[in-house]
Nanobody, 121 residues
Framework: QVQLVESGGGLVQAGGSLRLSCAAS????????MAWFRQAPGKDREFVAL????????DYADSVKGRFTISRDNVKNMVYLQMNNLKPEDTAIYYC??????????????WGQGTQVTVSS
């Protein structure tokens, strides 16, 4: 079992930045692949980024590449999503997930409760 709790969402103007955090507990965090997804109103949940156990492999959705950075701290059991140059289309609920190396949300068994990100134009 893995328990995930996101934080750091909020309201920001276009072009601004936010840093999301995900605190993990339960099974050994350092062995877990971690990912971020998002879901906008009326849309399906979509992949944002993932990071492997030792940060050796990182993957981003094309829509966020160059603007978002995923990272992790295996000592603190944390995973982060630094979001720069935010756009209104980034508005969504952002979810932390574990423990698959895939972009498909239905493959994941562990999810946080989500944190709202709203980008105003």
């Amino acid at each position: 079992q893995v328990q995930l709790v996101e934080s750091g969402g909020g309201l920001v103007q276009a072009g601004g930045s936010l840093r999301l955090s995900c605190a993990a507990s339960g099974r050994t965090f350092s062995s877990s692949i971690m990912a971020w997804f998002r879901q906008a109103p009326g849309k399906d949940r979509e992949f944002v980024a993932l990071i492997t156990r030792n940060s050796g492999s990182i993957d981003y959705a094309d829509s966020v590449k160059g603007r978002f950075t995923i990272s992790r701290d295996n000592v603190k059991n944390m995973v982060y999503l630094q979001m720069n140059n935010l756009k209104p289309e980034d508005t969504a609920i952002y979810y932390c997930a574990a423990d698959k190396k895939t972009r498909a949300p239905y493959d994941y068994n562990y999810w946080g409760q989500g944190t709202q990100v709203t980008v105003s134009s």
